[in-house]
């Protein structure tokens, strides 16, 4: 395949600007939590009012700690950069920092930044631009295993759901990668797929390229995108759907929610119905396809609350029913590694004298 | 909406340079076929091999013969124009023709054809770009009927049904559109979404902008693209079923495949599956979405086994069968007008008694 993924270097520094933006906030605080041993400080505008909590540096501090890359967040409504930040990406670029950003505009279209990358050596990363060379999706089994977040909805889980397991996994010694697709999702892999800005026609082909052949026993834990009940985005989660050719999939989902959020016409389906459409599609290219288990956000209800909801959505599905932040997320992993085996481990043997 | 389609100004003039493309040939024939009347002729260049039976002249006659556009095809493999071919692209710019194209390439990035148009006041249209300000899909029922060609695969009559659809329920004094979503579909309409260039977040919204609300008994006739088991397209062919948000939907099919074509793992599906499918999908945003029938492209097999299909896939669909090219449309036609019957039309008395 042509297309391939740009990665970020580490370790880097996250650049705040003045920025207030939830959105942003959220990225950055997000990059800390997950990335926080690559993360050497954070670069802050007068004014800012966002603080994830790591050194406050300058850009030459920076780059005395070892830092490679400047992370920038979409910082603004609309993903425009703020005049009065440009002259710090400038001088990171200049100071051989690779810029990082998910702007709506192009790095290298800002006053002064493309110069600046030229006299530094350092590199423009447009997270949200797809590699060019995409192709379209061929339905090829590949090797290795996948794992797919869906959601009821958008904005449920899925990014958090994805990266708990997998770091999850790997606590248990599984061999496990976190394949991101959008935005903060890429900032904290390092590298990934921006797929709400690939072309419709190579959708399916850029879930491939994402998630590639791998060892029989490494998984893919894929961060889902849209909601395959979505009047407006359920193309793309279909086509990540079927280009991810997921063996297991998580449905994420906020038990308070009762409409699609935004679309108010559109009533929130059930994780069972989720299950549902989502085997009946993603046999096409994975015929094995299975739900391991509900990933519930429950983060605004109280604990006797809480232990009910779970409870609940285990008993209407059959499957192990987690809050990924409140429980962890032990109970889908055994439940996954239960129904997917690794080959290298030998299976217990009070397990074979049942069977 | 900020969106809107470009239109094609008429008459216009086909450009065949020396091409001897297969994809190309069928354009240019579509063109004639579907819009002779609005074709003044066709410039050649020594070589060529196609003929579209239409008179041959050089810019300067077209112009004199009241052309307003020159329609270039996408001449070769990978969408490029041949390098003998831009003087006329530029000769006809210069005089005053807008220029048509579906390349890979922008007209304005070729040699010479930007300044020719300024000269000549006319415009360059790139009908592979989709429009600027493309909205989100809302999912908002719109006003006026909608009908959608689906298929069992790629290239199987979807846009041939459409188009003799379309004549055909105006042959009944049906108001009526064809909306065109391919490269062949937009310049035979005039106008279109080009629905594979549309970035993946913004497919149900392009469907949306493509057919707007209409009267009530108006028609959009819509191109259907890819297919809903296709492992490379489905996401295409499932953002423009739920952005249309389509009362009907016909099935197109050729009997004598038995896998997609050049996915050769993946089995054809049945015109019934495909049926099933659509209706499951379809119901988010038209919960009446119901299929109409089913279109054989019957073209290479004898009249006895032709009249054996259609009568083999009506009793298995319970739908009136057709193979638009040879027994017409009327039987799908008739159908649609019993379903959905014209309001301003007085429904006949003794169907009335009969109820």
């Known amino acids: 395949m042509n297309a391939s993924l740009q990665r970020i270097q580490t370790p880097f520094v996250v650049f705040l ?3 207030v933006d939830e959105i942003f906030a959220k990225t950055a605080l997000g990059l800390v939590q997950w990335r926080g041993a690559d993360c050497v400080g954070q670069i802050r505008l007068p004014g800012c009012r966002v603080d994830t909590g790591v050194p406050d540096l300058d850009v030459h501090a920076a780059r005395a700690a070892g830092a490679r890359s400047l992370i920038v967040g979409s910082a603004t409504v609309g993903g425009r950069l703020p005049e009065n930040w440009v002259a710090t990406v400038c001088a990171a670029a200049a100071a051989g920092l690779d810029i990082v950003a998910g702007l709506h505009v ?3 279209d800002l006053p002064g930044v493309a110069d600046a990358a030229r006299r530094g050596g350092s590199r423009l990363l447009n997270i949200r631009v797809p590699p060019t060379g995409l192709p379209v999706g061929s339905g090829r089994k590949r090797s290795g295993r ?7 909805d958008c904005a449920c889980g899925k990014k958090y759901t994805a990266l708990a397991l997998d770091r999850d996994l790997r606590k248990r010694g599984v061999d496990s990668s976190f394949r991101a697709t959008g935005q ?8 990934g797929m921006p797929l709400d800005a690939v072309v419709a026609d190579f959708l399916t082909g850029a879930a491939e390229v994402l998630s590639p052949d791998a060892d029989p026993d490494h998984w893919d834990v894929i961060e889902g995108q849209g909601a395959l009940f979505h009047p407006g985005y359920l193309q793309v989660t279909i086509g990540l759907l079927i280009g991810s050719q997921p063996d297991a999939f998580i449905v994420c989902h906020d038990p308070r929610r009762t409409v699609i959020e935004g679309w108010e016409n559109f009533p929130l389906p059930t994780p069972s119905a989720v299950i549902e459409r989502a085997i009946a599609l993603g046999r096409l290219t994975n015929p094995q396809i299975r739900c391991v288990g509900i990933a519930l956000n429950t983060s605004k209800v109280d604990p006797a609350e809480r232990a009910r909801l779970l409870a609940s959505y285990a008993r209407e599905t059959g499957l192990p029913c987690v809050d990924p932040i409140v429980t962890g997320t032990d109970a889908i992993v055994n439940r996954l590694l239960e129904e997917f085996p690794q080959s ?5 043997q009070h397990r074979r004298a049942h069977e």
């Open 184 to 191: 903060t999702g890429i900032m904290i892999a390092g590298e």
């Open 344 to 348: 290298q481990r030998e299976r217990p």
């Open 17 to 19: 600007g003045d920025g």
């Open 106 to 108: 192009r790095l290298e």
């Open 146 to 152: 996948r794992l797919l977040t869906l959601g009821t």
